[in-house]
């Protein structure tokens, strides 16, 4: 059974930038989409980036593209992203998804193995 880890995220400084990992065990990462995520308190999950097990890369939304960089090792683990360039609404709760399909998806509903999460304060 897939399980997924978040590195510890903290604050970060303005101009500064952030880079978290999402780590997993318990099976490999070839047959799995994994997803970076975030949610603020009161709203739902918003999709940021994901990486397909073909090797492909997305960031999810557009307003998001030039901030956020999603990366992996070649051995498709742990998956990264980097955050650049903070702003005060990037304060929220990080989390990294994964689900059993080769086709990228922004929807957190279409993620069944989630992680803890993990918390990034931007402190501007």
């Known amino acids: 059974q897939l399980q997924l880890v978040e590195s510890v995220g903290g604050l970060v400084q303005p101009g500064g930038s952030l880079k978290l990992s999402c780590v997993a065990s318990?099976?490999?990462?070839?047959?799995?989409?994994i997803g970076w995520f975030r949610q603020v308190p009161g709203k739902g999950r918003e999709g940021i980036a994901c990486?397909?097990?073909?090797?492909?890369?997305?960031i999810y939304p557009d307003s998001m593209e030039g901030r956020f960089t999603i990366s992996r090792d070649n051995a498709k683990n742990p998956v990264y992203l980097e955050m650049t360039s903070p702003k005060a609404d990037d304060t929220a709760a990080y989390y990294c998804?994964?689900?059993?399909?080769?086709?990228?998806?922004?929807?957190?509903?279409?993620?069944?193995?989630w992680g803890q999460g993990t918390q990034v304060t931007d402190s501007s």
């Open positions: 998804a994964g689900r059993r399909h080769l086709v990228s998806n922004s929807h957190a509903s279409r993620y069944d193995i």
């Open positions: 318990g099976s490999t990462l070839e047959d799995y989409t």
């Open positions: 990486f397909s097990p073909t090797g492909r890369g997305t």
